[in-house]
């Protein structure tokens, strides 16, 4: 049986639950993108089975931020996804801050464990910091879902390095998280 891991793309092209927005890069784009280029690599690999939260550039989920944030987590709930995973890009008022984050529920846990190596992954892959693992308890995404979930925050789009790679190289935070989530079962070859 494949491993079924739900990646939700954070946020909707327009309000509500838009994105940041810096660098003119928009947040939902790059999370839209590095999204659908993770799916592709995870069901190219038989030990995966990925789906999205949102299946198209223009797809809004929801009516308001909460039915929103609903319709994600339902999603993965519906499904049964083994694994949660919501992409996000980040925004700061001091311009230096860069790198790569990630929220779980609860520390020492199997999405605390699974975020280490996501940035891990990240880190080796894309060369911007690695920021830690977090816990956050009042996010809505990994207090609604019935498996571990992790909040990833790939990257600053505040910070022009950042936002440059985050636009111009999708690709790369992609393989860098698909091989923190190899790492994490043990398949890195
Ligand atoms: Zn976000």
Do not use: C
């Amino acid at each position: 049986m494949a491993i079924k891991i739900f990646i939700d793309q954070g946020h909707n092209p327009v309000n509500p639950n838009a994105g940041a927005e810096a660098n003119g890069v928009i947040e939902q784009d790059v999370n839209y993108e590095v999204g659908v280029r993770l799916a592709e690599l995870l069901n190219n690999n038989p030990n995966f089975e990925a789906r999205l939260s949102r299946n198209s550039p223009t797809e809004q989920l929801g009516t308001s931020t909460l039915t929103s944030l609903q319709a994600r987590t339902d999603g993965a709930n519906n499904w049964g996804a083994d694994f949660f995973i919501s992409l996000h890009a980040n925004a700061s008022n001091i311009v230096e801050a860069s790198g790569s984050e990630a929220y779980v529920y609860m520390l020492e846990s199997p999405a605390y464990y699974m975020a280490t190596r996501i940035l891990q992954g990240l880190n080796y892959r894309t060369g911007l910091p690695n920021r830690g693992v977090m816990t956050n308890q009042r996010l809505y995404v990994l207090r609604n879902t019935d498996m571990p979930a992790v909040l990833v925050e790939m990257g600053y789009l505040t910070n022009p390095t950042d936002a440059y790679l985050l636009s111009t190289d999708p690709q790369s935070f992609a393989q860098g998280i698909y091989n923190g989530i190899l790492m994490y079962y043990g398949l890195m070859q």
